[in-house]
């Protein structure tokens, strides 16, 4: 029978809970920051366990973010290829200018030794696989350009995802010898869904592409009002429908996505100014009508911007 870790913030109290989830999961991931959007209630549980030298964790938790530095990534002891696969919820991973998000049926890689940011934006429950780095990209497998990518959907991937979720469920059953035969068919899999996925250009790799140009356009003109669909079609020199192709299946419209950028943007900003008037934050980020700021700002932190300011850091 594998060795297993659970923590669970169950027999914490509520007051402390936030302080103890950040040091749980810094601890066990190897060193991430987290935050839990404003929210002051929270509830999070952590059971992990070994397929040889294959890391699998259930989490189930309330809506968090974590985020890991390019310094943190560096002074990790063990380079991993980590994956999140929901089976509720959704996770949206941001690693070298890429994101991706994905719910159940589906998983996102993302690399441990380069900075990365994971938004679950929702209560979550996830499968996640950290399969060491040298085990899967190894004979020539080059991973830039593969991560932060949505796999999971057909093919190769597929299979890797149901095998996942299966050694993960059957491990408490298996002899120490069977877990890690089964770790080594995980990072085979988990190898041929990069090798499909880097040797392909499809209509999806492709509308990919154009998601990245995207997103990488928002971020260098998100502090212009006037950015837009309409901006971004010019600038790219496509059409609005293959904007909105691209962006097919996220789960957001791209209007949305500049909107969550830029609140995530003033968030930061309020966190680290305190000596800026917020209006002045919202419209050097492109924000036109402070009333129409201070109500996203509640619909998506619970909170007013007067009132994340003041609350004590999570």
Same mark, same amino acid.
């Given at each position: ?68 530095? &390019?310094? !943190? +990534? $560096? ?8 994956? =999140? *696969? ?5 996770? #949206? ?51 830039? &350009?593969? !991560? +932060? $990518? ?8 597929? =299979? *890797? ?5 299966? #050694? ?66 010019? *600038? ?79």
């Amino acid at each position: 029978m594998a060795a297993s870790t659970v923590l669970s913030t169950d027999a914490v109290a509520p007051r402390d809970r936030a302080g103890q989830w950040a040091e749980w999961v810094s601890r066990h991931f190897g060193g991430l920051q987290s935050d839990l959007y404003g929210d002051t209630d929270f509830d999070g549980h952590v059971a992990a366990t070994q397929a040889g030298d294959v890391i699998l964790t259930r989490l189930e938790a309330n809506r968090h973010r974590v985020l890991r530095t &390019g310094g !943190m +990534a $560096r002074a990790s002891e063990t380079p991993y290829l980590k994956i =999140v *696969a929901p089976w509720q919820g959704s996770a #949206t991973v941001q690693q070298d200018g890429r994101e991706a998000c994905a719910r159940d049926g589906a998983w996102v890689i993302y690399d441990t030794t380069d900075a990365y940011e994971i938004a679950n934006p929702e209560r979550c429950d996830h499968l996640i696989v950290m399969v060491p780095k040298d085990g899967v990209a190894e004979r020539g497998l080059r991973t830039d &350009g593969v !991560m +932060a $990518r949505r796999l999971g959907a057909s093919g190769i991937s597929r =299979v *890797a995802l149901e095998t996942m979720r299966n #050694t993960y469920q059957e491990l408490p059953h298996m002899s120490a010898a069977a877990a890690q035969g089964a770790g080594e068919l995980i990072k085979q899999l988990v190898r041929l869904s990069l090798l499909e996925l880097s040797g392909q250009e499809t209509a999806v790799t492709q509308r990919e592409a154009l998601r990245d140009r995207i997103r990488a356009h928002v971020r260098q003109h998100l502090r212009d009002p006037e950015l837009s669909v309409d901006t971004i079609a010019r *600038a790219l020199h496509c059409s609005r429908r293959h904007l909105y192709n691209a962006f097919a299946g996220e789960g957001e419209s791209i209007a949305a996505y500049i909107q969550r950028e830029r609140l995530q943007a003033c968030i930061r900003d309020l966190q680290q100014g305190a000596g800026r008037p917020i209006t002045e934050i919202a419209l050097s980020w492109g924000f036109g009508n402070p009333s129409h700021f201070s109500r996203v700002f509640r619909d998506h932190t619970g909170m007013s911007p007067s009132a994340f300011r003041g609350a004590p850091v999570r």
